[in-house]
């Protein structure tokens, strides 16, 4: 009776321990594919072109008025999840910055901007755009939604990224 006990346990503990490898080797594949993931918004071949990088420069586009400093500019669809997400947290840092230094690019059909332009408007420049983005979208190489720029007033990109944290993480590493 005694052997047979000890026979289970061994046998239980084989079980964990083989139960413990399938667990993290479950757990090393699902960190390579988020990797994977990660990097589909900027594929080479195929894929459009991705977006400007900090240093690069923007081209020439239509704001209203000159840029002066640094300019905060956000593109959005209301259509993407991620963006709707990230609009809120949009506004509430461009509240700190002055109005004429944020510029926030709403892709999508007028009717459906609304909510988000509503959001925008009182702390940004709001320019709604075609699905694609506009002509704004392809001065910044804009080949996914959200997509955040900080650039200077000589249109040079001093931060980029699709979330506020990229942007800001990018912004704080340069000075």
């Given at each position: 009776m ?8 061994a ?10 490898a399938l667990?993290?080797g479950?757990?090393r594949?699902?960190r390579?594919?988020t990797e ?10 195929g894929?459009?072109?991705?977006s ?6 923007v ?6 008025s000159g ?13 993407c ?6 609009a ?5 840092l461009a509240?700190?910055m002055?109005?004429e ?6 892709a999508g059909?007028h009717?459906e901007a609304?909510?988000?332009r ?5 702390v ?8 694609d983005?506009g ?7 804009v ?5 955040v720029?900080l650039?200077d007033?000589?249109?040079?990109v001093?931060a ?9 993480a ?6």
């Amino acid at each position: 009776m005694v052997y047979a006990l000890w026979a289970a346990v061994a046998v239980l503990a084989v079980l964990c321990a083989l139960n413990l490898a399938l667990g993290l080797g479950i757990i090393r594949r699902l960190r390579e594919h988020t990797e994977r993931l990660n990097g589909l918004y900027e594929q080479a071949g195929g894929a459009p072109p991705p977006s400007l990088q900090p240093g690069e420069t923007v081209a020439e586009f239509e704001t209203g008025s000159g840029l002066r400093g640094r300019t905060l500019v956000g593109f959005f669809s209301p259509s993407c999840s991620p963006c709707t997400e990230l609009a809120p947290k949009f506004a509430e840092l461009a509240s700190t910055m002055p109005r004429e230094q944020v510029i926030a690019v709403i892709a999508g059909f007028h009717d459906e901007a609304g909510p988000m332009r509503e959001l925008l408007e009182p702390v940004a420049m709001v320019d709604t755009a075609d699905p694609d983005g506009g002509s704004m979208a392809k001065a910044f190489k804009v080949a996914a939604f959200p997509r955040v720029f900080l650039i200077d007033d000589s249109r040079t990109v001093l931060a980029t990224g699709h979330d506020l944290a990229d942007v800001l993480a990018l912004t704080a590493a340069r000075g």
